[in-house]
């Protein structure tokens, strides 16, 4: 059969010029964090397939379904591996780049294999980030919006800021654009870059432990001696992530509330020294755009155009350490840097949060019965969840995912007297649009369109009788097809 197979494939002798790889100094554990992260890397994408069978990204739905989610006890176990598998593999990528630039694994000829190591890094990190707003829970709402407000700082980011949320403010429109990061885009370029960082790797083969002369270290085998201790280090993160999945699953918090201005966001742990940055940079320069722009965006691709050409700054003709005290020294005091802000960081929103109200807890938060889609009179289950979508489509963009609008753009659509009121005049509006008129007492810059034409009459209805008696308090009277014509 294997010849059958290598006759027609190859993959018997491909498979064999793979595992009689010779190792310089023989196998070691050191060089077991490039596999344990392609272990991680296969685990996520794994875990993730499964979890979008269950995951349903709009404002109205992302956080419903995560807590369905949570009360399935195989789902939540998926979820919390997913989540804690996230956290080990950003981990062991810094740590891999760690040892590789300890040992300078980075000099010549592996200069290139050096640069797609920090391009994983940072992918890795997108997709961290990415992955935080998608539950749709207070702590990724309020987390994602700093982000996307830093994306705003720099010249012409406000632009980038309109793409990344698909819209003026965060809703439907941006859970999908960070679901398309987060499960298409993302995903495609680490894949691309772990097979070019590998087919390099095979091009130049491992450059082995520091030692004065190379051509004498003894050499070993990949199979079985370096593919066993892989194979061990990798069931250890295994087991790590599993016991941190069951132990300390991660919490869901409460829906998303853009009217919460209370409260007390708290970023992943790889993004607590930028965290902390942003908070200390401003107790020396002073509050306003410059002082973010710094800490935000100049200093860190300052410190990854640096990071990118240690290759080319580190001169040294040989890897020994005696030869490159200073990029160690300097390797050191950058990670001290980072360890400290980010208990810097820590501790402030630790500070901030103890002297805020105390917070329901996640059993109170799951056992709440989800709010009710709406409860108006003559409304059937189907035509409710049909406006509760077109709403998500379109409405929550300006409106806001619970109908809370926005100041001087869009009017607030819960607890509205004009929605609850004379429901002609809403389907007037809805029909032909509005721009222009004084609303509860305010001038709103959105234009509202018209959707006659855009929307089936059968939309427009079931869209109104959401927005009537589905959102906040309002309870008011469902509005039918005949209405509309």
Known sequence: MLNWIESRTGFVSMAKDFLTEDIPGGASYWYVFGSATMFAMIMQIVTGIFLTFFYAPSAATAWESTRA????????????????????MIALVFLHLLQVLIWGAYKSPREVQWIVGVLLLLVTLVLGLTGYLLPWDMDAYFASQVSLNIAALPPGGAILQLIAQGGPTMGTNTINRFFGLHVWLMPAALVLLVGAHLAIFRHNGPAGP?????????PGRFWPDQMFMDGFVSLVVFLIILALAHFAPPFLDQKADPTNGAFIPYPAWYFLSLFGLLNLVPIFLGNGPFPELLAAIVVPTIFLLVVIAIPWIDRSTTRSFAARKGILWSTFLIVAIIVGLSIYAQMGIQAKQAAGPPSET????????????????????????????????????????????????????AGNPFVTGDPK????????GLHGQTIMGQTFAAQMPAWKGQLSNQDIADVITYIRGGLG?????????????
Not at 211 to 217: S, Y
Not at 426 to 431: A, E, I, T, W
Not at 473 to 485: E, F, L, W
């Open 210 to 218: 520091v030692a004065e002369d190379p051509r004498k270290l003894k």
């Open 473 to 485: 308090s309002n309870k008011a009277s469902a509005v039918k097809v005949s209405d509309i014509k």
């Open 69 to 88: 989610i949570y009360l399935n006890p195989f789902t939540h176990l998926l979820l919390s591996i997913h989540y804690w598998g996230a956290s080990a």
């Open 362 to 413: 996640e059993a109170q938060i799951l056992a709440a019965a989800p709010a009710a889609a709406a409860t108006t009179s003559g409304a059937s289950d189907t035509g409710l969840a049909n406006g509760q979508k077109v709403f998500s489509q379109n409405c929550s963009s300006c409106h806001g995912a619970s109908g809370q609008g926005q100041p001087s753009v869009a009017p607030p659509l």
């Open 425 to 432: 005049a809403v389907v007037g509006v809805l029909l032909n």
